[in-house]
């Protein structure tokens, strides 16, 4: 970084005096963009000039970033009571209440999911009430009412109530053993199962605290928006940024909530249209190409629009990702998805014309879905025979891409994090904090930190606990294959968290974790699923856990009572979910059969349990090796591993060229909801996100510091409690037959239905003696 970089960052920062009221706000937009220039500018090849040095000084007492100074307080107060009786007592409820009920309905279709955020709202007039009429004693010293409820006592009733909000990645292995292969083991195996693949996780989150909370630059976008809300409703006060006239936050929340929660009955429930408002398909319902291409069901999306928030937030609220990612995202879509897969399609690559264009089926040589129950022996294994006088395995168009774009994401991460990471990676691995700490850091260090030894026990009991699972039951996975598969999650935690922390994105490694147990252990569908799960979910939840050390961090929350909630929250919640799996399978008749007549028809287990036999019983070798229908899809490894290297090359030609924006393993991963997501989703997406998160942000920085991150937790929050009310009110009663001789049968629920788009039509149609290679 050259020295009159330096001196234009100084200078913008000291330019604006103290001059009118109509100044003060365009010093603060002034200041907010001398930090962005200082950290775009910033050379991380030289070694005389540390990013941070061009920081310091422009801002000392607050984050360096204006979307943290937005939505964080950058004050404590440390005498705020956050460990106290009442918390754990709401947080322990919300820990079985909610877990619980998003695994009944895990296993239902349509299903619901009860987020985190429905906690964070309910459980604020709950504290209230409960600081307005419980008795103010003591029990066994414990004070019942310590007074008002806190901004704190919330966040940690929050955090325990999202540890395992979310089904256990390691249930869909239990339900799939019962289910696909008659496999039935005592709660013992169950129970320690789901506990390591959960907590092995949130070790491996703490010990890389270092790398993902602690330095200023790991934002966590999301987690924005849940402090807005949390000092929205505590009514908290901001320093610098934000200071714009108009109505309060709180005023401004509460508008937005009540207009999404009645807003959306209607493209929710009385005009679904609106929310799959694929206009262009209604126009020409049996066109096929047209469907194809415009569709939403099976087609691209090229649509674009939709008036349903549900549809826009489906990949991640476009109010909490950085403009920039959001651009990488969107041109990784176009590129791959309205470019490369047309021509794919049309030129009938991998026999595409006789399949729908998009889809999550998996489908067999005369076009329907693939019978996995044909090519099994009665163990379970694969049946070579029978194999070759069936069928190979057919993918749709954008399905097939999909696989390589996660192969492409994993090499990218990989080449990225080492070429634009690797000093500070090395840094922080000798030093604990490499980046000088902002306000919210100093404040958190007058906190007694948890040790790591702390975090390295939970790893050493929970893979204490793997090691038991594998050898005392039939799973055929041996121990070498489970460290195997926590060295793939221990490798990509840093790259992938920190793409993660500052985009907002995520790249998984379940096809990765497949494609190496497929070839390792080919013909082990349970090793398979054992070793996806360690090795995918304990990254995620690595991910996850460091997400919540960021939100604690932010909120002040003291770290060793984080780290109790954390722990025994998700000891409760993995629990209660296994109680009540063990409960539906023994009391719900038919259930995970396709006639269940009450919708328990199991959709993810279904998903999960295909997969395991198509990686697990056939493998990848009769996908992706030489000679095979997909091989071609392998040189996408090649393909993400030598993007991000040219990328750097004109990054060090051409230091401040818009190539300094070009995150390839975000493009790579960005489009990993599709399928069953579509342009739809992506485009209004990205539409949304450049009006806010690129023009108000630009033109009308102080009402997007105050305003941004509010009206995306009110958006979420009206969308949560909206599907709830509709769910429980309008569909799951009666069966489902409220409005089914009106709402459900008229124009503006059925019209896009009727169309190609919706039935998945393919542009051929199917020759009598099917389709596709000769010999497999």
């Not at 070759?388 to 696989?403: M, V």
């Not at 604690?552 to 919640?573: D, E, L, S």
């Amino acid at each position: 970084m050259a020295s009159t970089d330096l001196d234009y960052v100084a200078e913008r920062s000291v330019s604006v005096g103290s001059g009118s009221e109509e100044k003060r706000e365009q010093t603060d937009h002034d200041k907010a963009e001398a930090i962005v220039d200082a950290i775009a500018l910033a050379d991380f090849d030289d070694p005389n000039i540390d990013k941070n040095e061009a920081i310091a000084g422009v801002l000392e007492d607050d984050s360096p970033y204006p979307e943290v100074r937005s939505a964080v307080a950058n004050t404590d107060d440390q005498s705020i009571p956050c460990n106290t009786f009442r918390a754990w007592t709401m947080g322990l409820f919300w820990t079985i209440i909610i877990p619980g009920l998003n695994q009944f309905f895990f296993f239902r279709y349509p299903s619901v999911n009860i987020t985190g955020i429905v906690a964070q709202l309910l459980s604020f007039p709950m504290g209230k009430l409960w600081a307005r009429i419980v008795p103010n004693v003591k029990i066994f010293g414990l004070s019942i009412n310590p007074g008002p409820f806190t901004v704190k006592e919330h966040v940690l009733v929050v955090i325990m109530a999202t540890v395992g909000w979310q089904s256990a990645y390691a249930t869909d292995i239990i339900a799939v053993q019962r289910v696909y292969y008659n496999q039935i083991f005592n709660f013992s195996y169950q129970w320690m199962l789901v506990i390591s693949t959960q907590l092995i996780g949130f070790s491996l989150g703490g010990i890389m605290r270092r790398f993902l909370v602690n330095p200023p630059s790991m934002i966590w976008p999301t987690n924005l928006v849940t402090c807005a809300l949390f000092n929205t409703l505590h009514s908290q006060q901001y320093a610098g940024i934000g200071n714009h006239a108009g109505v309060s936050r709180e005023r401004f929340f509460s508008y937005v909530f009540f207009g999404g929660v009645a807003w959306y009955f209607i493209p929710g429930y009385l005009f679904q249209a609106l929310g799959y408002f694929t206009w262009v398909c209604w126009i020409a319902p049996e066109n096929v190409v047209v469907n194809q291409l415009f569709g939403y069901q099976s087609g691209l999306g090229m649509s674009l629009i939709t008036f349903n928030w549900a549809e826009i937030t489906y990949i991640i609220s476009p109010l909490s990702t950085p403009w920039w990612a959001e651009a990488n995202v969107v041109a990784g879509f176009v590129f791959f998805f309205w470019f490369i897969t047309p021509i794919l399609y049309y030129t009938n690559t991998w026999y595409s014309k006789f399949l729908p264009m998009s889809s999550i089926t998996s489908y067999d040589r005369f076009g329907d879905s693939y019978n996995v129950t044909a090519i099994l022996n009665p163990d379970n294994t694969l049946n070579l025979t029978a194999y070759q006088e069936y069928s190979p395995l057919f993918l749709s168009t954008t399905f097939a891409l999909s696989y390589g774009l996660s192969f492409a994401s994993i090499t990218a991460t990989i080449t990225h994090a080492f070429l634009f990471f690797r000093k500070q990676i090395w840094t922080q691995s000798r030093r604990s904090m490499d980046e000088q700490p902002d306000v919210h850091a100093r404040l958190m260090s007058k906190y007694r930190q948890v040790p790591e030894w702390w975090y390295m026990i939970i790893f050493l009991v929970m893979f204490v606990f793997g090691i038991i699972v594998i050898e005392v039951w039939p799973t055929e996975f041996p121990v070498w294959g489970f460290v195997l598969s926590l060295i793939i999650a221990f490798a990509y935690i840093i790259p992938i968290g920190m793409i993660q922390a500052i985009t907002n994105q995520q790249v998984g490694l379940n096809v990765i974790t497949e494609l190496v147990v497929g070839y390792a252990l080919p013909g082990r569908p349970l090793a398979m699923m054992m070793f996806k799960t360690w090795g995918y979910i304990s990254m995620a939840q690595a991910l996850q856990f460091a997400s919540d050390f960021k939100l604690g961090h932010y909120m002040k929350v003291p770290p060793r009572v984080m780290f109790t909630a954390q722990v025994i929250a998700a000891v409760i919640a993995g629990t209660v979910q296994l109680g009540v799996q063990a409960w539906m399978f023994s009391n719900i008749r038919d259930i995970c059969s396709t006639s269940q007549p009450d919708g328990f028809i199991c959709p993810n287990t279904q998903v999960f349990g295909t997969a395991s036999i198509i990686w697990g019983a056939i493998g990848p070798q009769r996908q992706y090796s030489s000679g095979q229908l997909y091989h071609g899809l392998t040189w996408f490894f090649l393909i993400g591993a030598a993007c991000p290297f040219v990328a750097w090359l004109i990054s060090l030609k051409w230091p401040n060229s818009f190539i300094k924006y070009v995150n390839f393993p975000v493009i790579f991963t960005g489009t990993n909801m599709i399928p069953p997501a579509t342009g739809l989703n992506y485009v209004s997406w990205g539409i949304v996100g450049f009006i806010f998160q690129y023009l108000i942000r630009r033109r009308h920085f102080s009402w997007w510091t105050k305003y941004n991150y509010v009206l995306s937790a009110a958006l979420d929050s009206g969308l949560a409690i909206g599907i709830v009310l509709v769910f429980f009110c309008l569909q799951y009663p009666r069966n489902g037959t409220i409005g089914a001789n009106n709402i459900d049968t008229w124009w503006g629920n059925t019209v896009y239905l009727n169309t190609a788009d919706n039935n998945a039509t393919s542009l051929l149609p199917v020759p009598e003696n099917g389709f596709g290679p000769t010999t497999w």
